[in-house]
């Protein structure tokens, strides 16, 4: 893919990841009066409302065709999955601390990357996947201000990311984008709306509260089309480190809304994290391109 455009692929990439911030603090908000899977529904239900209105009109059947379905379904699954543990641990922890040990996704990916893809795990990234984990360690440390419950639904949330990424990367070299984006919000939301019956309840939400719950699909509708934007202007090269400013839309979230501000022991475990990512992400340049 030709590097046509980088600048504008970065701002379209930051521009993607404040719409994620925005995202995980209005869940963060919503969860406290509404269950968690209620809202993992509305996330995927609005985000395939916009796709529909906006590119089924344009492309049609294309929007399914898929030479792999079961693989798309999985995949599909498994961000449901990221979604749903996320917001459970974005409901009892701070966005900066929760956000952060999601970010050890990179880690999973480099440990899974050779049983599952064949990759030659080098000592470079075995020695960044350590980093990361004592960064990892610095944030949830005994005696800290995380809870642990919280901390396994990040992990459990990584960790499928983290096969949710693999997949992509099987998936990708055969299967349109857009497409796949697709099938992660129809499977979303057929498959939250079979188990609508069971999660459905609470208090009956106001106007302000419902035009929340709709915003959390067109956070993560809009956050989506500007990442396939930036990757059609920039290679995952040049773009990757900058998955990590998602970093700093959390904390600044979690202090302006929250008024919510990690330690200095915190700060150091994310930046430890992040400098691990972001060293995985140019041994990576190669393939990427």
Known sequence: MPDTSPGRGIVMMLAALFCFALLDATSKHLSQTFSVPLLVWARYTFHLLLMVVFLAPSRRGRLLATRRPVLQVVRALLLVG?????????????????????????????????????????????????????GMLLIARPGGALVTEGIVLCLTAAACYALYQIQTRQLSPTEDTVTMVFYTALVGTVAMSLALPWIWGGPTPTWPEALMIASLGIYGGTGHFLLIGA??????????????????????????????LPDVTTFAGMAIIAAAGIVLAWHARPRMR
């Open 82 to 134: 990221v979604t749903g543990f996320a917001m459970a641990a974005f409901r009892i922890m701070p966005l900066a601390e929760t956000t952060a040990i999601l970010f050890v996704t990179p880690l999973f990916v480099a440990l899974l990357a050779g049983p599952l893809l064949g990759e030659k795990v080098g000592r470079l990234r075995w020695a960044a996947v350590g980093a990361g984990f004592v």
């Open 231 to 260: 990757f059609r202007h920039a290679t995952a090269s040049t773009l990757s480190p900058f998955l990590y400013v998602q970093l700093i839309w959390a904390t600044l979230l979690g202090w302006l809304v929250y008024d919510a």
